[in-house]
C-alpha cells in the first residue's frame, strides 16, 4: 500500500469487535457507504458538473433497463402475464425520448442534479396522466412512481458508490452482495458491516473478491466517519479506528508475514494432505467469481468442490450470461481450471438472499429463503433454466471431468424429476447428433432438515452428497444466516447440526456414497479436527481458507479427532462445542499450523468471545 501509514489524532483508539467474514488485513480511510439513502440535493450543480451528471443519468437510465431485463428473463412465468405488462410499460417509459430529453434539459438549463430533475419531470408526467379521462392513461401513473423509484435507485447507486477508492474501506450498516459486486470497480481494501454473519452470500462474495470483510460490528460503527483512519482485521474479527502507530506497525508487519503466492502455489501442488496418522483428507475449492480460477492455478489437487452458478454466470449482471451456449463456454472453462478432479457445478440456486441479479428478482418476490428456492423453482418452470443448464453441462462435460449438484433438495420425488429431465434431455442431444457426455455424476445438496433425515431414500438416486451447512445451519436452529445480532446464533457447530452431518454420513458410508461438506464451516480451523472425526474425508473451501485447512489437517491425529466428535456431540450449544473444540486444539496441535496468513492465530475464538 503506498499511503502513509493511519497516524495518532486527538482521538483515541478505538477498537470494535465483530466476526472475520472474509480474512486479510485493510488499511485505509473509511468510507461510510449508504445505497438506501435517499439523493435529496436540490442544489444546483456547477456548470463543470454539468456533462458528468447528464453521463449519470444516461448510465443510470441503462442500468434500470437491464435491471428490468433480468428480472424479465430470470423469471419470466413467475411474474404473470400482469406483472410482465408492467415490466414492458416501464421499459418503454426508460425509451421514450421526449421524457428522457425534458431531464436532460433541467440538468443542462437549470443545473438540476439528475435525481432532482428525474423527480420534478416524472411528477408533472404524473400529474398529466392522472387528470387523463382515459383509465388505461391513469394506471399509467402509477408504472411512473415505480419507474422513478428505480431510476433514483439507478442513480443513488451510482452516487453511493462514487467516493471509494482504492485506499477505501467501506463502512456500512448492511452490504448485500449485489453491492460488493458493484463496489469491487472501484477497488476498496476492505469493508466493514454493522450487521450480517459470516455464512452470508455477502461474506462468500468478499472471500471471492479477495476482500478483508468484518461483520456484526454493531451499532458501535456509528462513531467511524468518512475520512477516519481504520484498521480492519478480517482474520481475527476487529476494525481499529484512529489507530496508534504502533498498531499500525503492528498490522503492518502481519502484513508482510503472509505467505508469499509462491508458498501458496506451493501448498496447492502438492497431494491431499494426510493426517499424522496417515488418513487422507481431500481438499476441493468453492468458486463464485470468475477471478477466482486465477487463484486455482496450478490445479487443485482436489478440483473444485461446488461451483456457484448464480454468482459465477450472474456477476455481471448480465441476464445473457445463462444462454445455453455461454454457458457450455464457461463451463469448458471451469473444467480446464479445475484439472484432473474435475467441477461439481451447482445448479442455480435462485431465489434465496439477494444474489446478483437474483435480488433484482426478489424485490418483487418477496422474501425466498423458505420459499420458491434452488430446485423447487428449477423445478417448477424446468423449460426456463433447468433444461438449458443441463444441456449445457451435458455439452460440456466432455471426458466425464464435471459433476452435477442440485441445490436446496428436500424431497426424492424431486431428485427422480431432476434424473428423468437430465435423460430426455441427453436423448435430444444423441437424436440431434450433438456430441455430449451423459454419465454426469448427480449429487444433492444436504441443506434442508427433512433430506438429511431422509437421506437413506436418497441413496437410490444421487451419486453423492454434499452438506451445504449455510442453508443446512439456518433451517435447523431457525436463524437466518444473514441477520444481525440473533445471527451469532447460526453457528454449523451446534450438536444438532453436527448430528445431522453424523447421520448424512454414516449413511454415505453404509451405501458408498461419497459425503462432502462445501459451507463455511468446512473452513473454519477449530471445526476441521471435529468434521474429520465425524468421518467427513472431502472438504470444499474458499481457495483462501486452503492453505490453512491443509496445515490443519496434516497436524491432526485421525484418531484422537474421532474422540473430540464423541465429545461434542454430547455437549448442549454451539458455544460449549467451541470451548472443547478449542481446548482440544490447544493441546494437540502445535501452535505453528493453525498460525493463518501474516501469523495470526487462526485457532478462532474462545466461544465466550463469540
Ligand atoms: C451452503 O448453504 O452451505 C452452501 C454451500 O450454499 P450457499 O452458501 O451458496 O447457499
Ligand atoms: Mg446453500
Same mark, same amino acid.
Given at each position: 500500500?503506498?499511503e502513509?501509514?493511519p497516524?495518532?489524532?486527538?482521538h483515541?483508539e478505538?477498537v470494535?469487535?465483530?466476526t472475520?467474514?472474509?480474512?486479510?488485513?485493510?488499511?485505509?480511510?473509511a468510507?461510510?457507504?449508504?445505497?438506501?439513502a435517499p439523493d435529496?440535493?436540490r442544489a444546483?450543480i456547477?456548470?463543470?458538473?454539468?456533462?458528468?451528471?447528464v !453521463?449519470?443519468?444516461?448510465?443510470?437510465v441503462q442500468r434500470?433497463?437491464?435491471?428490468?431485463?433480468?428480472?424479465?428473463?430470470?423469471a419470466?412465468d413467475?411474474?404473470g402475464?400482469d406483472?410482465?405488462?408492467i415490466?414492458?410499460?416501464?421499459?418503454?417509459?426508460l425509451r421514450?425520448?421526449?421524457?428522457?430529453?425534458a431531464?436532460?434539459?433541467?440538468?443542462?438549463?437549470?443545473?438540476?442534479?439528475? @435525481?432532482?430533475a428525474?423527480?420534478?419531470?416524472?411528477a408533472?408526467?404524473?400529474?398529466?396522466l !392522472?387528470?387523463s379521462?382515459?383509465a388505461?392513461?391513469?394506471?399509467?401513473a402509477?408504472?411512473?412512481?415505480?419507474?422513478?423509484r428505480?431510476?433514483l435507485? @439507478?442513480?443513488?447507486?451510482?452516487?453511493?458508490?462514487?467516493?471509494?477508492?482504492t485506499?477505501?474501506?467501506?463502512?456500512?450498516q448492511?452490504?448485500?452482495?449485489?453491492?460488493?459486486?458493484?463496489?469491487?470497480?472501484?477497488?476498496p481494501?476492505g @469493508?466493514?458491516?454493522?450487521r450480517?454473519g459470516?455464512?452470508?452470500?455477502?461474506a462468500i462474495?468478499?472471500? @471471492?473478491?479477495?476482500?478483508?470483510?468484518?461483520v456484526?460490528?454493531?451499532?458501535?460503527?456509528e462513531?467511524? &466517519?468518512?475520512?477516519?483512519?481504520?484498521?480492519?482485521?478480517?482474520?481475527?474479527? /476487529?476494525?481499529i479506528?484512529?489507530?496508534?502507530?504502533?498498531?499500525?506497525?503492528?498490522?503492518?508487519? /502481519?502484513?508482510t508475514?503472509a505467505?508469499?503466492?509462491?508458498?501458496r502455489?506451493?501448498?496447492r501442488?502438492?497431494?491431499?494432505?494426510?493426517?499424522?496418522?496417515?488418513h487422507?483428507?481431500t481438499l476441493?475449492?468453492?468458486?463464485g467469481l470468475?477471478?477466482?480460477?486465477?487463484?486455482?492455478?496450478p490445479?487443485?489437487?482436489?478440483?473444485?468442490g461446488?461451483?456457484?452458478?448464480?454468482l459465477?454466470?450472474?456477476?455481471?449482471?448480465d441476464?445473457?450470461?445463462?444462454d445455453?451456449e455461454?454457458?457450455?463456454?464457461?463451463?469448458?472453462?471451469?473444467?480446464e481450471?479445475?484439472g484432473?478432479?474435475?467441477?461439481?457445478?451447482?445448479?442455480?440456486d435462485?431465489?434465496?438472499?439477494g444474489?446478483g441479479?437474483r435480488?433484482?428478482?426478489?424485490e418483487?418476490?418477496g422474501?425466498?429463503?423458505?420459499?420458491?428456492?434452488?430446485?423447487?423453482?428449477?423445478?417448477?418452470?424446468?423449460?426456463?433454466?433447468?433444461r438449458?443448464?443441463l444441456?449445457a453441462l451435458? /455439452?460440456?462435460?466432455?471426458?466425464?471431468e464435471?459433476?452435477?449438484?442440485?441445490?436446496?433438495?428436500?424431497?426424492?420425488?424431486?431428485?427422480?424429476?431432476v434424473?428423468?429431465i437430465?435423460?430426455?434431455?441427453s436423448a435430444r442431444l444423441?437424436?440431434?447428433?450433438?456430441?455430449?457426455?451423459?454419465?454426469l455424476?448427480?449429487?444433492?445438496?444436504v441443506e434442508?432438515?427433512a433430506m438429511?433425515?431422509?437421506?437413506?431414500a436418497f441413496?437410490?438416486f444421487?451419486?453423492?452428497?454434499?452438506?451445504g451447512?449455510?442453508?443446512l445451519?439456518?433451517?435447523?436452529?431457525?436463524? !437466518?444466516?444473514?441477520?444481525?445480532?440473533?445471527?451469532?446464533?447460526?453457528?454449523?457447530?451446534?450438536?444438532?447440526?453436527?448430528?445431522?452431518?453424523l447421520?448424512?454420513?454414516e449413511?454415505?458410508?453404509?451405501?458408498g456414497c461419497?459425503?462432502?461438506?462445501?459451507?463455511?464451516?468446512?473452513?473454519?480451523?477449530q471445526?476441521?479436527?471435529?468434521?474429520l472425526?465425524?468421518?467427513?474425508?472431502?472438504?470444499?473451501? &474458499?481457495?483462501?481458507s486452503?492453505?490453512t485447512?491443509?496445515?490443519?489437517?496434516r497436524?491432526?491425529?485421525?484418531?484422537?479427532?474421532?474422540?473430540?466428535?464423541?465429545?461434542?456431540?454430547?455437549?448442549?450449544?454451539?458455544?460449549?462445542?467451541?470451548r472443547?473444540?478449542?481446548?482440544?486444539?490447544d493441546?494437540h496441535?502445535?501452535?505453528?499450523?493453525?498460525?493463518?496468513s501474516?501469523?495470526a492465530d487462526? /485457532?478462532g475464538?474462545?466461544?465466550?468471545?463469540?
Amino acid at each position: 500500500m503506498e499511503e502513509s501509514p493511519p497516524e495518532s489524532t486527538s482521538h483515541d483508539e478505538l477498537v470494535i469487535s465483530g466476526t472475520g467474514a472474509a480474512p486479510g488485513i485493510a488499511m485505509g480511510t473509511a468510507y461510510r457507504y449508504d445505497a438506501s439513502a435517499p439523493d435529496r440535493r436540490r442544489a444546483p450543480i456547477s456548470p463543470d458538473e454539468v456533462d458528468a451528471e447528464v !453521463d449519470r443519468l444516461a448510465n443510470a437510465v441503462q442500468r434500470a433497463e437491464q435491471e428490468l431485463e433480468t428480472v424479465r428473463t430470470l423469471a419470466p412465468d413467475a411474474l404473470g402475464a400482469d406483472t410482465d405488462a408492467i415490466f414492458e410499460a416501464q421499459a418503454l417509459m426508460l425509451r421514450d425520448e421526449e421524457v428522457l430529453r425534458a431531464i436532460r434539459q433541467r440538468i443542462r438549463a437549470r443545473k438540476e442534479p439528475a @435525481a432532482a430533475a428525474v423527480r420534478t419531470v416524472l411528477a408533472a408526467h404524473r400529474e398529466r396522466l !392522472d387528470d387523463s379521462d382515459d383509465a388505461h392513461l391513469r394506471t399509467g401513473a402509477d408504472d411512473l412512481v415505480e419507474l422513478e423509484r428505480r431510476l433514483l435507485r @439507478a442513480l443513488r447507486r451510482r452516487a453511493a458508490a462514487a467516493h471509494i477508492d482504492t485506499q477505501s474501506v467501506v463502512v456500512a450498516q448492511e452490504l448485500t452482495p449485489t453491492d460488493l459486486l458493484r463496489v469491487r470497480r472501484q477497488g476498496p481494501l476492505g @469493508a466493514v458491516t454493522a450487521r450480517g454473519g459470516p455464512t452470508s452470500h455477502a461474506a462468500i462474495v468478499a472471500k @471471492a473478491l479477495g476482500l478483508p470483510l468484518l461483520v456484526g460490528a454493531g451499532e458501535t460503527l456509528e462513531a467511524v &466517519s468518512s475520512g477516519d483512519r481504520v484498521v480492519v482485521d478480517g482474520t481475527e474479527g /476487529r476494525l481499529i479506528a484512529h489507530p496508534h502507530p504502533a498498531t499500525v506497525e503492528d498490522y503492518r508487519q /502481519r502484513e508482510t508475514e503472509a505467505p508469499s503466492p509462491t508458498e501458496r502455489e506451493e501448498e496447492r501442488a502438492g497431494r491431499p494432505p494426510r493426517t499424522t496418522d496417515g488418513h487422507a483428507v481431500t481438499l476441493r475449492v468453492n468458486v463464485g467469481l470468475e477471478a477466482e480460477l486465477d487463484l486455482l492455478r496450478p490445479d487443485p489437487p482436489g478440483g473444485i468442490g461446488l461451483l456457484r452458478t448464480e454468482l459465477f454466470l450472474l456477476a455481471d449482471g448480465d441476464p445473457h450470461a445463462v444462454d445455453e451456449e455461454r454457458q457450455v463456454e464457461a463451463y469448458r472453462e471451469v473444467a480446464e481450471a479445475a484439472g484432473e478432479e474435475g467441477a461439481t457445478i451447482r445448479l442455480l440456486d435462485l431465489g434465496g438472499d439477494g444474489r446478483g441479479p437474483r435480488h433484482a428478482a426478489a424485490e418483487h418476490e418477496g422474501s425466498r429463503s423458505l420459499g420458491e428456492r434452488g430446485l423447487r423453482r428449477l423445478l417448477n418452470r424446468p423449460d426456463e433454466h433447468l433444461r438449458p443448464q443441463l444441456r449445457a453441462l451435458l /455439452r460440456a462435460n466432455r471426458q466425464g471431468e464435471l459433476r452435477v449438484l442440485l441445490p436446496m433438495v428436500t424431497d426424492v420425488t424431486e431428485v427422480r424429476r431432476v434424473r428423468r429431465i437430465l435423460d430426455e434431455e441427453s436423448a435430444r442431444l444423441a437424436e440431434n447428433g450433438v456430441p455430449h457426455d451423459p454419465t454426469l455424476p448427480l449429487g444433492a445438496m444436504v441443506e434442508v432438515p427433512a433430506m438429511a433425515l431422509q437421506a437413506p431414500a436418497f441413496t437410490e438416486f444421487v451419486d453423492f452428497f454434499s452438506v451445504g451447512t449455510n442453508d443446512l445451519t439456518q433451517y435447523v436452529l431457525a436463524v !437466518d444466516r444473514a441477520a444481525g445480532p440473533v445471527g451469532a446464533r447460526h453457528d454449523a457447530l451446534h450438536p444438532a447440526v453436527l448430528g445431522l452431518i453424523l447421520r448424512v454420513v454414516e449413511t454415505g458410508r453404509m451405501s458408498g456414497c461419497p459425503v462432502e461438506v462445501c459451507g463455511e464451516i468446512a473452513g473454519d480451523v477449530q471445526a476441521v479436527p471435529v468434521l474429520l472425526g465425524l468421518g467427513v474425508d472431502t472438504l470444499s473451501v &474458499s481457495p483462501q481458507s486452503l492453505p490453512t485447512v491443509r496445515r490443519v489437517v496434516r497436524a491432526i491425529e485421525y484418531d484422537a479427532a474421532k474422540g473430540l466428535a464423541r465429545d461434542v456431540l454430547q455437549e448442549d450449544d454451539a458455544p460449549a462445542v467451541r470451548r472443547r473444540a478449542r481446548t482440544w486444539i490447544d493441546t494437540h496441535l502445535p501452535p505453528a499450523e493453525t498460525a493463518g496468513s501474516g501469523g495470526a492465530d487462526v /485457532r478462532g475464538p474462545d466461544a465466550s468471545d463469540r
